[in-house]
Nanobody
Framework: QVQLVESGGGSVQSGGSLRLSCRMS????????MTWFRQFPGKEREGIAC????????FYVDSVKGRFTASQDTAKATFYLQMNNLKPEDSAQYYC???????????????????WGQGTQVTVSS
C-alpha cells in the first residue's frame, strides 16, 4: 500500500505562486508515475502535470506549460508542483495521484491511478 498526503494549497492573487507537496509513504518503490490532477466544481478531474518517477521525465498540458513545474525529492519521498503566474482559472481542488507500472499507462487517465492524495484547494483571486 501507498499513502499520499498533500499540503500547500491556499489563496493567492493573480500572478502569484504556490507550491503543492505530496508526501508518499508505504511501498513507494512500486510507484512509477505521479500525476497532478485538478478538479473544477461539477467537472471531471483533469491531469495537468505528470512526472515519471524512475526516469524524471515531465509532461504538462498546454494550459499550465511554462507556468507549472513538477519535481521530486527522492530522499523525502515527496513530490512537488510549483505553480507560478497563477490565474483565476487555475482555481480548483488539486490532487496528487500515483500509479504502479503499467505498459498501457495513460498519464492523464484518472482510472490508471491507484493511489490518491486527499486534495488541496487552490484559489486565485483577480
Amino acid at each position: 500500500q501507498v499513502q499520499l498526503v498533500e499540503s500547500g494549497g491556499g489563496s493567492v492573487q493573480s500572478g502569484g505562486s504556490l507550491r503543492l507537496s505530496c508526501r508518499m509513504s508505504g511501498n513507494t518503490d512500486r510507484i512509477y508515475y505521479m500525476t497532478w490532477f485538478r478538479q473544477f466544481p461539477g467537472k471531471e478531474r483533469e491531469g495537468i502535470a505528470c512526472f515519471y518517477v524512475k526516469s524524471g521525465l515531465e509532461f504538462y498540458v498546454d494550459s499550465v506549460k511554462g507556468r507549472f513545474t513538477a519535481s521530486q525529492d527522492t530522499a523525502k519521498a515527496t513530490f512537488y508542483l510549483q505553480m507560478n503566474n497563477l490565474k483565476p482559472e487555475d482555481s480548483a481542488q488539486y490532487y496528487c495521484a500515483a500509479a504502479v507500472y503499467n505498459p498501457y499507462f495513460s498519464r492523464w487517465k484518472p482510472t490508471d491511478f491507484r493511489y490518491w492524495g486527499q486534495g488541496t484547494q487552490v484559489t486565485v483571486s483577480s
